[in-house]
Nanobody
Framework: QVQLVESGGGWVQVGDSLRLACAAS????????MAWFRQAPGKEREFVAA????????RYADSIQGRFTISRDNSKNTVYLQMNNLKPEDTATYYC??????????????????WGQGTQVTVSS
């Protein structure tokens, strides 16, 4: 019923920016908790950012050090991840996730029920 489709990944240089998009169907991004995770080869899926339903409060992984911003466009039913000053360690497949309501353990992948197929981000030096 729920479908999440990521887009906007690419191959960029260190210091460049990308804006990822997650287009949702089957649920409203305004009334759902949404998140971005990433997974590099050989590593576990890692929390990046989340946005709470309704009030839009945001949470970020400490590791991104203020470089990323999660947002949503309710009219397009789409969640975005603006990524600035990209570093090689940002290279990963980025996944969009959703759930019906907020969880205090938003940083755990197992707490998110719906997932997109992912979009690849490669940062080269």
């Amino acid at each position: 019923q729920v479908q999440l489709v990521e887009s906007g990944g690419g191959w960029v240089q260190v210091g460049d920016s990308l804006r990822l998009a997650c287009a949702a169907s089957g649920r409203s991004v305004r009334t759902s908790a949404m998140a971005w995770f990433r997974q590099a080869p050989g590593k576990e899926r890692e929390f990046v950012a989340a946005i709470r339903e309704s009030n839009g409060a945001t949470r970020y992984a400490d590791s991104i050090q203020g470089r990323f911003t999660i947002s949503r466009d309710n009219s397009k039913n789409t969640v975005y991840l603006q990524m600035n000053n990209l570093k090689p360690e940002d290279t990963a497949t980025y996944y969009c996730a959703s759930r019906s309501y907020w969880t205090v353990q938003y940083y755990l992948a197992q707490h998110w029920g719906d997932w997109g197929q992912g979009t690849q981000v490669t940062v080269s030096s």
